[in-house]
């Protein structure tokens, strides 16, 4: 899961990193009191779940509470990156001698966590690693003995030539540890680390992922979600034991299996369809689940056919066959359905459907050929 | 021969009265599996298809010897089983349970490194030595004994490129699902490993996804260790960014992990990649 800036910079507060002072706000005539409130130079940033924000002109520097508002006017509502920005936060400006970057996130390769600085940050760093991956100094964390200080300090002498700075640093390295462990990131990252011609750092900005499969630990976490329309209608589906993802197609696809359905959408996109979604029903045969599913898919009105793409292992194709009529019996719709039912049971699945006016599959790729002639261009 | 698993190996079921453990305990003796005892506290002195349960994992190994365990607890117990199996000396543990959060897999991959202790998953279907031995939930019945090892990420997904292989005759030697979490046991080489050195496998069949860059390694690898036929697939061409596709681990982020460049490390190594299930079969054929 995703949080906001703002709500991330609330932790590192919790947490003793020093953040600029800086206050949410989600009308121009907000953003302009805020700025009165918090005086000189600021900062205006979009608060949406994407990176490149700046580039896409939704951070701008304002010098008046006047600017702000007209500043804030500009950025609501903005769309970057397919989301409408509908917060902001209004935070005091700082001046930057130097920018660093530094993060934590779980290595897969080391399966350990793995912290990353570089005397390079700012908004270029993905090229940094790419160009000039030496600039970014690694090292992977024991799980058991944790990270400890002298690790950090040797981090950050990588950092600056200043020891002040380099204990200034370490401090903030090792608290954005505590961060990542105590709230079960699976990412936190300060970009840019700002030292300003004082010697004062800040953390500049702010960016934390959490690991979904651990939020039932963080309560206080999950309710700082803040969710999009599509993205309210996938966690609806979540919380029916389905995996739904929208897209922009017209073929909807109900498939058993998070592979098997990534597989089906690009077989489809293969022959030159378009699938509407990603629909992973999961490995239990509750004819309840199928319900729900093609509820979903009826409730997008681009979906213009539907293929059933089901490979049954555990999950039993005649318990399938049995969800799929008793769902029709229950929604109103008449889409066509293209239906592929393979593995346990499948006999008793072929004789359920038989006398239906369903149109069959006798494979995955046969499947996946109908359901895009149906659905026409 | 096979690899990690045969007919000798001795299988403990954690979770076994469970919806799921017993479901599944019944199927695999059906397929023929050696289950000799399963766990749940509290429950000891009870049978299951016929198969003892202990309270303990210790107790269980103890009076039956089992070597191999399979994990069918709910994720929020399923951290301590695996613990549970380590501590008890099982040298081989299935995590079939899926949602354990990835900080604590971290530590206990690291625990059982210590221990030397396989893992494989969590969030797996499981693996499969045909006519030897089955400990998942894979379904039995598409596999036939053959020559071509499967490693995959996925679960259905395999069992579609499977029932191919075994269509077209060639059939396999062991199929396993390394999970579909971004912190795993078993990795695509550490079994390519395993593989190499046994004798029943003749080629093998690479089930990727987009996130991580675990086919990036794998493709390096073959390229300076790995001698026999190896074609691949990857899942997830048309996933959009920063989006979960179901698995917790399939997730393409900041750009990397995409599909197009695990298909581009595979085939610059000479890995040929199928366009879409089926052809993995026939590439395979072509080349054994």
Redesign the interface.
Known sequence: MKIHEYQAKEIFKKFGISVPDGKVATTPEEAERIARELGGSLVIKAQV???GRGKAGGVKLVDSPEEAKEAASKILGMHIKGLTVKKLLVTKSVDINDEAYIGFI?D??T???LVMVSAAGGIDI?EVARETPSAIHKFAI???YGFLPHQAMELAFNLYDDIKLVKKAADVILKLYRVF?SI?A?LAEINPFVVTPKGETWAVDAKINI????L??HPDIEAMRDVTDTEMKELDAKSKGL?Y?K?DGNIGCV?????????T???I??YGGE?AN?L?IG?SSNPEKVVNALGILISDKNVKSIFFNI?????RCDDVANGIIEALSKLEMNLPIVIRL???NEKEAKEILGHTEFITAS???DGARKSIEIAGT | MSILIDKTSKVLVQGITGRDGSFHTKKMLEYGTNVVAGVTPGKAGSNIEGVPVFNTVKKAVKQTGADTSIIFVP??FAIDAIYEAGDAGIKLIVAVSE?????????V???LNKKGTKLIGPNS?GIISPNKSKVG???G??FKEGSVGVI?????????IV?HITNVGLGESTCLGIG????IGLKFIDCLELFNNDEQTKGMAL?G??G???EE?TAAYIKEHFNKPVVA?I??????P?????????IVS??TGT?TEKIEAFESVGVPVA????EVAKLLKEKL
């Open positions: 779940h994407v990176g779980v897969r390769r399966k350990k966590p993905e024991d799980p058991f462990i079960d699976s690991d979904d499969n651990a039932s630990r995996s993802i897209l498939v058993n299996g998070a592979g098997l359905a990534m597989a959408m690009d077989l996109k293969k699938p990603f992973d490995g490979f049954g292992g555990i999950t393979t593995g346990t494979s995955m790729a | 994720a929020r949602g354990i959060p990835t900080l604590d897999m971290v530590k991959i690291e625990f279907p939930i894979l379904p019945q598409i995959s990420r996925s679960g259905t997904l395999t069992y579609e029932s579909g979490d971004p912190i089930v996804e987009i991580g860059s675990d390694e697939f899942a997830g061409l048309t996933a959009p920063g989006k979960r596709m179901g698995h917790a681990g399939a900041g750009g599909a366009r879409e299930p089926e």
